[in-house]
């Protein structure tokens, strides 16, 4: 018997039909291959650009740091402003370290007058400033008796505190029974003190504030040392920078020489901190140090380094 001419036709269309439909899976299979594929091509290239990009910044920020490093280049040198290439350029800002507070240097002294005026100055009253005071000297003393409105092992009722030794870092600082209420008042209060500062400090670098609460003198007073510092165009590490010395300082905040106050300021700083901004493409990296050695001086030290 014959097959039925109508059946072979149908048949073999369905045959047809489902070879081209197995042709178009298998275009789609290698057309989603070579997407695939394409797009890891892609974040392997970006991956690789971007570790260019850091690598250069990298060595960028290592160059404007030594530069800066350099006995002989001052903080308005033109070296620290550069624009290496289109779109890589490096800015170095410099200032001294002294122009915040140690308060491992404060507290060995026990110079309870200068952080009672810093405390107050930050909203505290007298007695939460004393009470602070107290807490803190007990925190870095060697010893466990507690002062009478300070506290040891009892007050904070844990295994290792306080410390009874001077602070290793700033952060360490918030430990301190009271510290607390330094953070409701005055949250930005870590940008006041750093333990590379030498104790004094150096009324070219210190910030309006800091001058003020440090000194007790008048905000505006304070104000007005730091616009004679920074010149005409209100920018420090310019052309346009005054070298202020103790005397003129001294002058200007109206204090008399022969006043206890005096002793804290001094018109320079023995470490200082390094700030290289770079960039590179549309990457941006910071990279601090603090530097022992002013300009001028000799050889400089690493004291510390990290990115910001």
Do not use: H
């Not at 040891?152 to 295994?159: C, G, H, I, P, S």
């Not at 309006?208 to 165009?233: K, S, W, Y």
């Amino acid at each position: 018997m014959k097959p039925c001419p109508s059946f072979t036709m149908v048949d073999q269309a369905r045959q047809r039909g489902a070879a081209l439909l197995a042709v178009l899976w298998i275009i789609a299979l290698l057309l989603g291959l070579v997407a695939a594929t394409s797009l890891l091509l892609m974040q392997d290239i970006e991956l690789a650009a971007v570790k260019r990009q850091v690598f250069r910044a990298r060595m960028l920020s290592e160059a404007a740091l030594a530069i800066a490093m350099n006995p002989d280049v001052k903080a308005d040198d033109p070296l620290l402003r550069r624009q290496v290439a289109e779109d890589e350029r490096f800015l170095v800002e410099m200032t001294g370290e002294d122009g915040v507070l140690n308060p491992n240097v404060l507290l060995q002294r026990e110079d309870k007058d200068t952080l009672r005026r810093v405390f107050m100055y930050w909203g505290m009253n007298v007695q939460q400033a004393n009470i602070l005071i107290d807490r803190l000297l007990d925190w870095v003393d060697g010893d466990d008796f507690a002062r009478v409105q300070g506290g040891e092992r009892k007050l904070y009722n844990r295994n290792g505190m306080p410390f009874n030794r001077p602070f290793r870092s700033i952060e360490e600082m918030s430990l301190v029974s009271g510290m607390e209420l330094v953070e409701q008042a005055y949250p930005q209060w870590r940008d006041w003190f750093s333990l590379y500062a030498s104790g004094v400090l150096d009324v070219n670098s210190a910030l309006p504030e800091v001058m003020a609460a440090v000194t007790g003198t008048d905000i505006r007073f304070a104000q007005n040392l730091r616009n004679q510092r920074v010149g005409r165009d209100g920018q420090l590490n310019t052309e346009d920078d005054l070298e202020l010395d103790i005397a003129s300082a001294l002058a200007i905040l109206g204090i008399p020489s022969g006043d206890a106050r005096a002793t804290l300021l001094s018109a320079n700083s023995s470490t200082r901190r390094i700030l290289v901004k770079v960039q590179v493409g549309d990457l941006e990296r910071q990279t601090a140090a603090v530097i022992k050695g002013a300009p001028g001086q000799g050889s400089s030290t690493i004291l510390w380094m990290g990115e910001k």
